[in-house]
Nanobody
Framework: QAQFVESGGALVQAGGSLRLSCKAQ???????????MGWYRQAPGKQRELVATITGGRDANYAESVKGRFTMSRDSARKTVYLQMNSLKPEDTAVYYCNRYSGELSWGQGTQVTVSS
């Protein structure tokens, strides 16, 4: 089954930027290209929430809390999705995951983003 490997998380000061990556392993290219992919996050003590989605045609949508600050993109050749996060806030602190929004698969380990004030 497909597996997602997230990376790029770090400790950063408020106002800073990070770029997260998520590579889809064991997923054939055509499946990846047709998938609506999503970035999610889970803060301590809270439920996992959807942050952004992107279609195969690269149309992206964002949660209100990150709109204007985060940008999701994808690279079909690398079977990788990215999340560019700017103007980070302490409330963005969470473990970030990617998954297939159009039919959830197994979750990866995620990548920790910590924003200090």
């Amino acid at each position: 089954q497909a597996q997602f490997v997230e990376s790029g998380g770090a400790l950063v000061q408020a106002g800073g930027s990070l770029r997260l990556s998520c590579k889809a392993q064991r997923m054939i290219t055509s499946t990846f290209n047709s998938a609506i992919m999503g970035w999610y996050r889970q803060a301590p003590g809270k439920q996992r929430e959807l942050v952004a989605t992107i279609t195969g045609g690269r149309d992206a949508n964002y949660a209100e809390s990150v709109k204007g600050r985060f940008t999701m993109s994808r690279d079909s050749a690398r079977k990788t999705v990215y999340l560019q996060m700017n103007s980070l806030k302490p409330e963005d602190t969470a473990v970030y995951y990617c998954n297939r929004y159009s039919g959830e698969l197994s979750w990866g380990q995620g990548t920790q983003v910590t924003v200090s004030s």
